[in-house]
């Protein structure tokens, strides 16, 4: 089956499909233009799937890369058969691929190459065959001091090693033990001897065992991580350990498909003790290694699927829009620093106030914030959201209930990557002048405006809403998270006149380079008055164009379509749709009773079928509308400040900050994130807490236990649960990834070091603000806003999740 075919098969669709996506993908096409301007081509095939074919794509090539090369391979060293060839171009992955390869993969001369140079094979093939035969006896035959055979001893230790070895390449054999022990086996893991106390992070797999098949992503990482910080000893047994003796189903398979079997003949022992010896010193260990490989792999996917979906969800938050916008990046010591950013994002004002301890100067910074809202026409107020947030929150509060007359909305805002974006050599080229600590207000009032216009100049990595992101596959996150960040901007679209360079680099067809080219054009120029002067940007070719344009907006320009996402090449239809009307193409724009009397069929051209002229009927009655939600902010209840403010049986809102595997993280402005686990988001069953609520959620919840200590909170989603429950005996109290130290990277302010600390997120940004580093160590610090589980059955499903307590990290900002 072709490759095409193979992909259309996994997908459910035709290969004709599929055979024009690639076409397009291999001529430089992106997903995002494919999937909205080829919509005939690939006959509707969707970006979610687009983006399955491009990967398969990539899988697949690379395995018949790989093909080409092991049959190469074989050819050269005349072992190449027809039988051989057809299993080798049968292999469907790469996993048996290389099983099929494995006795002829060129390597260092095994015990089993020496024994074959020593005239051993005929003897180790002789007792496989018949039984019958005394071993020693058999050996004896084959003693020649001279190739190295001292006695018989040394000729039947080199017939098992022969025999090992043809048990160990057997492609079908291996394959089959491969899935029983993934089916069957599972994952132990013991801690080291003395290090118990240093590694109490990772106190729930002191002693623990879990099937392959049932253990979730965020385990898996966060046992892997403890045997990497050598506090973990990690065992993968094939089956849970039998009652009886005798050898296991394992070897009992290897036997089978050898036809060895005990029937009292002299040679029957020897080759049971052969097969035993197989599979402990060579095949077990082979499978353990391909196992522990599929299990890494099957939980970076899972981490990966996770934090994309989180991205996406944070980036397509609702903007505030273009409204004079105040942004407080809160401090004690070094104060609040004060950025005023107008309804484009352009700084016009700067300050610092120290309304806070030490200072106390709380009036004073009163009348420079009145000041600054009345000299700029402020109409929000953006806080970010790190060590004194809700103290800046209290203040900006006053600010409000003193000064009615300016009409202030005050929002709590996430401040995570923002000391990554400030130390950036971006942020030095677009703030020039403008000390380090005041970018990041910039950056806080302006992911208020536009998350996704302000995210992007962020790597995404550093934004925090994944799992255990420090060990996954780089090139793998980065994959995924990129394509999410283009899916997003090309979703949205892009005004080219006002884009940072960032921005501009994510629409489809253009690179970095392409990206400041047309911010110097537009610099030296003026804005773009149509789409058509995007085409004299240096280095701006035809391809280019044709990917670029229909994402790209021009408002106020010369052409009103250019403010629409109706491509440039489908303007002569818009043109053909307003003769029809008998009017002009402007007059078409937004008129929705006259676009409804339209009939689409009408319109339909070789060039354009019926899903363009559908999408470009639909585009033109709201032309350049942001699919993103409407902007509206959570209320946080007035005097509950802290977590000592927090009560059982509270019902307060909140906002969703992460969501894990486990469950969601939500901020009620108490400096720590409340853990709402997934038994705790709904009347039923829910596998994917994303089913439920999504990043940026606003959510009505009840506190079911505070831990002040510890400084955990526990809520849930189901407001007639009674909080305060009763745990179960020896239930554990606490309800995450802490003492696994797999911290789901949630929290607030991500300690300002934005990503660099294992697990990222703690207590609400208490961290250095320059550069990440923690007291409290890699991955073993205190995650935000944990809970106690609420009742026994949490508690349980808690500690089958393995996410129970650890230690806090101490750790100050400012």
């Known amino acids: ?70 049959l190469d391979s074989v050819r050269e060293q005349g072992k190449l058969d027809a039988g051989l060839e057809a299993r080798i171009n049968a292999a469907d992955t790469k996993a048996r691929l290389e099983d099929i390869y494995l006795p002829f993969k060129p390597k260092r001369r095994t015990k089993a190459q020496i024994a074959r140079e020593a005239g051993l094979e005929p003897l180790a093939e002789g007792l496989l065959a018949d039984p019958s035969a005394e071993p020693a006896a058999a050996a004896a035959a084959f003693v020649d001091a001279g190739k190295g055979v001292a006695d018989a001893a040394a000729a039947l230790e080199g017939a098992r090693a022969i025999l090992t070895e043809k048990f160990a390449e057997d492609a079908d054999l291996i394959g089959d033990l491969r899935e029983r022990m993934w089916g069957r086996g599972r994952l132990v893991a013991k801690v080291r001897e003395g290090k118990e106390e240093a590694g109490a992070k990772f106190a729930d797999y002191f002693d623990f065992a879990e099937p392959f098949t049932a253990l979730p992503s965020h385990r898996v990482l966060a046992m892997l991580r403890g045997e990497k910080e050598e506090v973990l000893s990690l065992e993968l047994e094939p089956e849970e350990p039998s009652q009886t003796p005798g050898p296991s189903t394992y070897e009992g398979l290897i036997a089978r498909r050898f036809g060895i079997a005990d029937r009292s003949r002299p040679g029957d022992k020897w080759l049971a003790d052969t097969v035993r010896w197989a599979w402990r010193t060579k095949i077990q260990v082979h499978l353990g290694i391909d196992l522990r490989t599929r299990l890494r792999a099957a939980a970076e996917d899972e981490a990966v699927r996770v934090f994309a979906a989180n991205l996406r969800d944070l980036l397509l938050a609702a903007p505030a829009g273009t409204r004079a916008t105040l942004g407080l990046d809160p401090g004690f010591r070094t104060g609040v620093k004060v950025a005023v950013v107008d309804a484009t994002g352009k700084v016009v004002a700067t300050e ?100 996704l216009a302000e995210l992007v100049k962020i790597d995404p990595k550093s934004i925090g809403v994944g799992q255990y992101q420090h060990d996954l596959s780089e090139v793998k996150l980065s994959r995924s998270l990129d394509a999410v960040v283009e899916d997003c ?38 804005p773009f008055r149509s789409r058509k002067g995007l085409k004299d940007v240096a280095r701006l070719g035809p391809k280019a164009y044709e990917q670029c344009a ?19 090449e489908a303007y002569p239809v818009v043109r053909a749709m307003g003769k029809k009307a008998g009017g002009e193409v402007a007059a078409l724009i937004g008129n929705t009773s006259v676009l409804r009397s339209l009939r689409p069929d009408e319109f339909v051209t070789e060039a354009f079928g ?61 400096h720590q994130d409340g853990l709402a686990h997934v038994s705790a988001l709904s009347n039923t069953f829910v596998k994917d807490p994303r089913d439920v609520v999504k990043p940026g959620d606003i959510v009505k919840v009840k506190v079911m236990d505070v831990d002040i200590p510890r400084k955990r909170i526990s809520l849930t989603l189901r407001l007639e649960d009674g909080a305060g429950a009763e745990r179960a005996p020896g239930a554990p109290r606490q309800c995450d990834e802490r003492r696994s130290g797999g911290r789901p990277p949630q929290q607030r302010g991500q300690g300002r070091g934005d990503g660099q600390g294992q697990g990222q997120g703690q207590s609400r940004g208490q961290g250095q603000r320059g550069g990440g580093q923690r007291q409290g160590g890699q991955g073993g610090g205190q995650r935000a806003g944990a809970p106690a589980p609420a009742n026994s059955a949490m508690a349980d499903a808690l500690r089958r999740a393995g996410l129970t307590g650890g230690g806090q990290e101490d750790r100050r900002k400012r």
């Open 610 to 670: 019926l899903p363009t002229v559908t999408d470009i009927l639909r585009e033109l009655e709201k032309p350049g509308r942001d699919p993103r939600p409407a902007f509206r902010t959570a209320s946080f209840k007035e005097g509950v400040e802290k977590i000592g403010d927090l009560a059982p049986g509270m019902v307060l809102e909140g906002v969703v900050t992460n969501v894990a595997a486990f469950g969601a993280f939500i901020d009620i402005g108490v």
């Open 550 to 568: 229909g994402f790209l907006r021009i408002r106020g320009g010369d052409d009103p379509l250019d403010a629409s996402a109706v491509h440039p």
């Open 489 to 526: 901007v090309n979703g949205v679209g892009v005004d080219v006149n006002t884009a940072s360079a960032p921005l501009l680099s994510r629409v489809s067809g253009i690179s970095g380079t392409l990206a400041e080219n047309i911010v110097a054009h537009r610099d030296a120029n003026g």
């Open 352 to 451: 610092v106030i120290h309304p806070h301890v030490p200072a106390n100067k709380w009036d004073q910074s009163l009348a420079t914030l009145a000041r600054l809202a009345k000299e700029h026409a402020v109409e929000l107020i953006a806080i970010g959201n790190g060590t004194a947030s809700r103290e800046t929150d209290k203040l900006a509060g006053d600010l409000i209930s003193r000064h009615p007359e300016l009409g202030l909305t005050k929002v709590m805002v996430s401040e995570a990557g923002a000391s990554v974006y400030s130390a950036s050599a971006f942020a030095s080229q677009e703030l020039p002048g403008m000390d380090v600590s005041l970018r990041g207000a910039v950056s806080i009032a302006r992911r208020l405006q536009d998350p």
């Open 1 to 70: 089956m072709s490759i095409e075919g193979r992909i259309a098969e996994e997908l459910g669709v035709r290969e004709r499909q599929v055979k024009a996506a690639v076409e397009l993908l291999d001529g430089g096409s992106t997903v995002p233009f494919i999937a909205r301007y080829r919509k005939e081509a690939t006959e509707m095939l969707d970006d979610a799937q687009l983006r399955t074919l491009e990967e398969r794509l990539r899988y697949l090539r690379e395995l018949e890369d790989r093909r080409a090369a092991i």
